[in-house]
């Protein structure tokens, strides 16, 4: 009677370890079928209450909109700055001659190039030339029906310039690339690149205020005095018109 009963007691034991065995071989089959999915589910469920409440969220979001705001304003002081710096003096019809660029020598190709206006439009020696996005030289001679452009990547070549962000001058140098050199006048330049650069304020050859470029590398170690080198805004290489100012004061 005894044996009986343990041999039932055993089959129902191995019965329900099948069926524990079985169900938890459904519950891992469902789970790599499903690729965890379901239990992350139910894991969500769980952690739920412990997640941050909506005060959290709202200190969250509150905390995102601050640093939006700072962010934006940031954005639109350096906006404005460069704008400012980078707008060109208003010059009247009357007071701008424009011209086509008529020749420039690949001996020559960053020293100067030709245009189809001269003394008998009222161009003189001296006189600033703009293109699209800013300076490219100045007039260096003239005939009766043209000029001839000295550029201001022409090696040598000297005007004075201007960083409006740190009230500093410089004195931006033609390297016969598209890259002229600014040298400044003083021990430390407080320059960065993005720095906008336009003509100076105490310049006697140009109208101050013009846009020159944008300073792309600053040498704070050189001797005797810092350097920086300026990309222009106004690419000399592509310049196919141009804009004579007869009036630099």
Known sequence: MIKTRR????????KSSLWYIFLIGILLFFIRWTKGSGYLEFYSVLVKPLLPGSAQKEWIMAGED???KIRLKL??????????ALSLRDFKADQRISAAVIA???????QQLEIN??????????????????????????TVLTSRVRLLTDPGHQIGAWIDRTKLHGILT?????????????????????????????????PANLTIGIIQFVDENALPSPYAIVQLTASPEAIDWVQVLINNG
């Not at 954005?75 to 400012?84: G, P």
């Not at 598209?178 to 040298?183: D, F, S, V």
């Open 104 to 110: 420039r020598s690949s001996k020559s190709w960053w």
């Open 66 to 68: 601050i640093e939006n």
């Open 174 to 206: 033609g390297m016969g690339t598209n890259r002229p050199k600014l040298i400044f006048l003083n021990k430390n330049s407080f320059a960065k690149i993005g720095d906008a650069v336009t003509t100076s304020p105490a310049s006697t050859l140009l």
């Open 75 to 84: 954005l639109e002081e350096d906006n404005n700055r460069l704008r400012k």
């Open 117 to 142: 206006k001269g003394a008998k439009h009222g161009i003189v020696k001296g006189q600033a030339v703009i293109g699209p996005g800013g300076v490219v030289g100045l007039i260096d001679n003239t």
């Open 7 to 14: 041999k039932i007691g055993f089959h129902l034991l191995f």
